[in-house]
């Protein structure tokens, strides 16, 4: 019997962040509480940029940006926003799309599973992902339910299951 494997990724859907993104920017012109404030969002690539008059305002675009995210099945997890900060006349703040799983966070998830999993599971990491193999599936299941009950600050996602 072949071992069973699955896949340990993070990664964003582009046209879900895209279509949140614009929808967002929809809101955003036609609710009255930002008519007058230049508040506006820019999205190029994994980075978006807030704009507004003042630091509350520009964090109140985030709050619409994150409600867009969610309602588009994008988890919190894996926006990384920073601090507002004064650009000229106006605030801005910068917010990332995580994608990939970092080589810290690899290293994080491949301890767990030695320490916690099933001791027939295996796990490698590959690039920006992690591999996860077994004789057993109903391991590799145990597995996925100690990825998802871990306190991880990453938005895991599990495929290739076979």
């Known amino acids: 019997m072949a071992d069973s494997s699955f896949d340990v990724v993070s990664k964003v859907d582009p046209m879900e962040a895209e279509n949140a993104v614009n929808q967002a920017r929809k809101e955003i012109e036609q609710r009255y509480d930002f008519k007058g404030i230049g508040a506006r969002i820019d999205h190029s690539g994994e ?3 807030l704009h507004a008059s ?3 305002r520009v964090k109140a675009v ?3 940006l994150q409600s867009k ?3 588009r099945g994008i988890s919190l997890k894996s926006l990384d926003a920073g601090e507002p900060f004064a650009s000229g006349k106006e605030y801005r703040l ?3 799309l995580k994608n990939g799983i970092d080589s810290d ?3 994080r998830i491949n301890k767990l599973i030695r320490d916690e999993a099933p001791k027939t599971v295996k796990s490698q990491i590959q690039g920006d992902e992690l591999r ?3 004789k057993s599936r109903d391991d590799l299941q145990a597995t996925i339910a100690l ?7 990453l938005d895991l996602q599990f495929v290739n299951f076979r």
């Open 47 to 49: 980075t978006i940029t």
């Open 54 to 56: 003042s630091e509350e």
């Open 62 to 64: 985030l709050d619409v």
């Open 69 to 71: 995210l969610v309602k």
């Open 94 to 96: 910068e917010a990332k």
């Open 105 to 107: 966070q690899a290293k």
């Open 132 to 134: 996860v193999t077994s």
């Open 147 to 153: 990825l998802k009950r871990a306190d991880l600050d």
